[in-house]
Structure formats: C-alpha cells, structure tokens
C-alpha cells in the first residue's frame, strides 16, 4: 500500500486521506463501464484512499449508484461524501437548498449509495432564493436523524461561510463543518478569503479540481493547443477555449511550471497535486480518474511533498490570490454579477431621480 497521509476534517474528528477519490468521471459524464468504475473504486480503497466524494447530479444519479456498487461490504471502512443542489430534473423544485428539495433528495441519495447514512453531506453551490436558515435547519435535522454525520457546503463565497457560521450559532444549528472549493496552481482565488475564513471557523477544506480540468496534467501546450472537440470543451468552451485570454495565459503557465517540475524531478501532475496540499487550510484534494491508468498514476504522487523554493517559483507564475481565467474558472458567481438587472434600478426610478 502507498503512503497515504491522513487529517482530520474539520473539527468532526473524522480522519480522511490527503487525496479524496472524486467520482465525477465514474458513469455517462465520464466512464459508462459499471464494472470497471468499482474496479476503480476498489483500486483507490486498496491505495490507501478512505474519502470518497460524489454527487446526486453526477451523470444523473448514475455515479452514486456506481459508488454504491463498489461500496457493498466495505461502507464501514470509507468516508462517505455526496452533494445536493443543482438540477436533477426539469421540475423548478427539483434543485436548491430548499428543506422541501433537501429531505426529498437525501433520500434519494441514500437509496442510490445503498448505505443508511452519509458521513458529509454538501450543498454544492450557494442558493441565492433560499434563506441560509432554512438550508441549515433542514441540515440540522438530518444530522440529528442520523441520516446525515457532518455538513458542508461547497464554492461559497467567504462572505456566505461566515453568515452560515453565524446563523448556526445563533439559531443552534448543526453548522457547516467543511467547504469544497475549487483550487489549483491556476485557480488561487481563494487564497484570499475562503482559505482563511475556513480557517479561522475550523472547517475542513476539500479541494475540487486541483488539475484545473485536466490543464495540469500537461495534456494542453502551446505545440499542440486544446481539442475543442472533446466532450469537456464542448460543454465549457469558456475554460478551455486557447483564443480567451485567460486560457492563452493557462497555456503559457504550463510552459513555465513544466520546467519547474522537471527540475523537481516529479511530473506536472504530482507538482500540482502537491502544491494543492501543501497549503495548511487543506484538508483533501480530490483526484478524479476515469481509467485504472490514470488512477495509478494520480496515486503515485501521493507521498510527494514540495520545498519552499518550488513553492517560490510556482508563486513567480501564478501569484498567490490570482485565478488565470477569472471568472470561468472561479466555480461559481453571485447572481448579483452575472444578472444585468441586479445592478441597475428600474428606468422609472432613474428618470425619477
């Protein structure tokens, strides 16, 4: 077995290893072979890995049945993840962190996961319609059902962090005992306040993405350029597309820390996994592999650690703080930003004045 680090989450006394299994991949969204995805799974469990993070959305459901599968006869030993929040359906309710959407879709979950519990149940985005009080009672009562052992929430802004901090305390609610952020080489944004923030309240942090969708893996470079025709380009041209300024500048980056790897003498993957980890506020990254191959490679890293100088140079490329290909790449964006309307008062009101 290779050298797997555990931590704590949180405060919940939950140990988890420094690499969480991600299962994104495992179903339609990534590898449709049920049989294979288990071998997977069980590959991760026998590497060393004891955190596994899903979601209900993950090609419809499909990845939490995989999870399940795999999972028959060895759920006591794992640390079960799974989210709730973006559409699982064209019904307006069937989405969100509402407590109608909530206690309907734990349940759900817990059918597909084949398992009575789940040891840290995530709301995936912000819900900007849902009061966090409502969210966070609705949670409450899931911990206290036994269905449910930790909470957490996942690409919250700092601000949110601290409100959902607050209201727990004051309404005493279970509160928020993790944050899945994501976090890469290329995506440091929350250096600036959701690291701290998590921090300073005790949360775990999972990071999501830290390959930044394959970008750190060395699969993009300036000779060959990006395929745009593949499944991930197609649905988010916005992260990928080489002709955006953000992404010309992930191409030039990777370039440069191509190089600094090489003289560490690990490769661009294990460079970048590591960076991810070697921040204090980290809990976990999330690896998410789509084949045995990539799984045994991602795992080879495990044990890699980073001297300051490497951390020095990769900060001369990509600065602490910075996100490349901001806001695409930034997970999510209040509505306040992306609704024209949020920022402009009604003509009346203007001519008014």
């Excluded at 394959?214 to 991930?232: A, E, H, I, N, P």
């Excluded at 992404?247 to 030039?252: C, E, F, R, S, T």
Aim: charged fraction near 20%; charge should be negative; hydrophobic fraction near 40%.
């Amino acid at each position: 077995m290779l050298h797997m680090r555990m931590r704590t989450l949180g405060g919940t006394g939950i140990k988890v290893s420094s690499y969480c299994l991600g299962a994104m991949m495992f179903g339609a969204w990534g590898n449709p072979d049920h049989e294979e995805s288990v071998r997977i799974i069980h590959a991760a469990l026998d590497g060393g890995i004891n955190f596994i993070d899903t979601a209900d959305v993950y090609s419809a459901g499909e990845s939490e049945e995989i999870v399940g599968k795999a999972l028959r006869g060895r759920r006591d030993h794992v640390v079960l993840a799974t989210k709730a929040n973006l559409p699982m359906g064209d019904d307006p309710n069937m989405r969100g962190n509402s407590r109608r959407w909530i206690v309907h879709e734990v349940e759900n979950s817990l059918r597909r996961l084949q398992t009575d519990y789940i040891d840290l149940y995530q709301m995936h985005r912000p819900d900007p319609d849902t009061d966090i009080e409502e969210t966070l009672s609705a949670l409450s009562d899931l911990v206290r059902s036994g269905k449910v052992r930790a909470i957490g929430s996942s690409t919250f802004p700092a601000e949110q962090i601290v409100e959902g901090q607050w209201v727990a305390e004051r309404r005493g609610f279970v509160r928020f005992r993790a944050e899945q952020p994501p976090y890469s080489i290329f995506v440091r944004g929350i250096e600036a306040a959701v690291l701290p923030t998590c921090q300073r309240y005790g949360m775990g942090v999972i990071a999501w993405s830290p390959l930044a969708g394959g970008w750190l893996t060395g699969k993009f470079r300036q000779d060959t350029g990006v395929d745009m025709s593949s499944q991930r380009a197609q649905r988010l041209p916005q992260r990928f597309d080489p002709s955006l300024p953000g992404n010309a500048a992930k191409l030039a980056a990777v370039e440069e820390l191509v190089k600094i790897a090489a003289d560490a003498g690990v490769s661009l993957t294990h460079l970048a996994l590591a960076f991810v980890v070697a921040h204090p506020g980290v809990t976990s990254a999330i690896i998410g592999p789509r084949t045995m191959d990539q799984l045994t490679d991602l795992l080879a890293g495990a044990s890699v650690e980073l001297s300051d100088e490497v951390l020095d140079r990769i900060d001369q490329i990509v600065p602490p703080g910075v996100t490349l290909n901001w806001p695409a790449d930034a997970g999510w964006q209040s509505p306040a930003l992306t609704d024209p309307l949020a920022c402009r008062r009604p003509a009346s009101d203007r001519s008014a004045a």
